[in-house]
Every structure is written in structure tokens, then in C-alpha cells.
């Protein structure tokens, strides 16, 4: 009788579990720890410094500026958008974020049909500085007129010494 080789074998793994996981159909398995992955942006906690467009290689996170709707004027909305078909989450953005307003995730999931589905988006207020309580030349004159009464003192203080 001729041998049959690798039969014990196919036999064995016919009732073996698969090795390999029912994904997507089953659960997705979880990211390693330290995956980087989608981004999550706070913007409660940016303060529209900048630094993680600056530091951004693919340039892939943009801050556009607009006039704040309804606010004073010089009140700004920024809006942050963040690409994931660009972005080679190198983690850089996170990390100079000195306000920790950006993180990787461990979403792996990155799907769409829309390249809006890849966006990462949100809103920063940034409020106009307050305006002087006086104008510049309100200022130059109370800056003379101060001059003015201190060398008037000067001068009294001066006579009375001489009397
Ligand atoms: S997300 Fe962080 S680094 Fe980027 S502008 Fe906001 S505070 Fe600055
Ligand atoms: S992870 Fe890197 S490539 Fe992606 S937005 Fe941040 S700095 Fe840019």
C-alpha cells in the first residue's frame, strides 16, 4: 500500500482551532500598548500655539481662522483638521502639544468612503485682547501732565529749602 504522506497531519489540524483570528467578523483584537493610532483632539485644552503644525513633516493638521460668529470683533474660530490619509502618526504633534491636547489612539479602525471619514476635526475660540482702557494720547498726557506736577513739587521743595 503506497504511503499517504502528510496524512496524520491533515488529519490533526482538521479538529485543531484556526490559528488565525475571524476578524472582521469576529471582535477586533486590541492594539498592542503604545499603538499609535487615530488621532483625538482636546480642543478645550489647545491654546493655539502652533507648534503641532510647525512640527508636522506631511504637513497633514491645518489651523484655519475665521471671524468668530456672533463674537466681538477680532474673536477668532480655529478650526483644526487633522488628516488620517496623510498623517504617518509619528506621534510628533502629541508630543510637543505642552498641553497635551493631542494624543494617539489605539483606533486601528481607520474606514471610510468619504474623505471626510478620515478627518479629524475641532474648534478653538481665540478671544481678541482686551481693549486699552486709554488711547495713546489719553496716555502722553497723563504721562505730561505726571511730569508736570512732579517737577512743580520739585520746584516748590526747592524754594521752600531756599527760604
Ligand atoms: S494642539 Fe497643542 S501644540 Fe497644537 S496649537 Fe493646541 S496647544 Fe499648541
Ligand atoms: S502624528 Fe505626525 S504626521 Fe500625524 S498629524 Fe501628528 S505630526 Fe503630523
Known sequence: MAKLPYLGTALTNLFRKPVTIAFPAG???????AYRGRIAFDAS??????????????????????????????DQEITFTFDMTSCTF????AD?????????????????????????????????????????????????AAEAKKKAAEAAKAAAQQA
Open 45 to 74: 485644552k489647545c491654546i493655539n500655539c502652533g507648534m503641532c503644525e510647525r512640527v508636522c513633516a506631511p504637513s497633514c493638521m491645518t489651523r484655519v481662522a475665521k471671524p468668530l460668529e456672533g463674537g466681538e470683533p477680532g
Open 96 to 144: 510637543f502639544c505642552a498641553k497635551k491636547a493631542i494624543t494617539l489612539t489605539e483606533d486601528y479602525m481607520m474606514t471610510g468612503i468619504i474623505a471626510e471619514d478620515f478627518l479629524v476635526t475641532g474648534k478653538v475660540i481665540k478671544k481678541a485682547p482686551p481693549k486699552p482702557k486709554f488711547t495713546p494720547e489719553q496716555l502722553a498726557a497723563m504721562k505730561a
Open 27 to 33: 471582535e477586533a483584537p486590541a492594539a498592542q500598548p
Open 90 to 93: 509619528c506621534g510628533m504633534c
